[in-house]
């Protein structure tokens, strides 16, 4: 009988929490804020294509070392 009481009196609950300012999981919102980058600086664009062109042509470099390997 206690044990009917004491799972009688537990208040479960199925609604689910807000997400609001206080919690640890909200970041900003927006455009620009989802990047682990800042597209906004001054020479983005040319460290974009060195970074780019770097992992591209990589393989490429490579493949004509070991072309004209001995």
């Given at each position: ?15 689910t929490r807000r997400m ?6 909200h970041y900003p919102e ?6 682990p980058f800042n597209p ?31």
């Open positions: 009988m206690a044990t009917r009481q004491l799972v009688a009196r537990r208040g479960f609950t199925s609604t609001d300012a206080f919690s640890p999981y927006g455009p620009y804020h989802n990047l906004k600086t001054r020479f983005f664009w040319l460290r974009y294509w060195l970074f780019m062109g770097t992992g591209f042509g990589i393989p490429f470099g490579i493949a004509v070392w070991h072309t004209y390997k001995a």
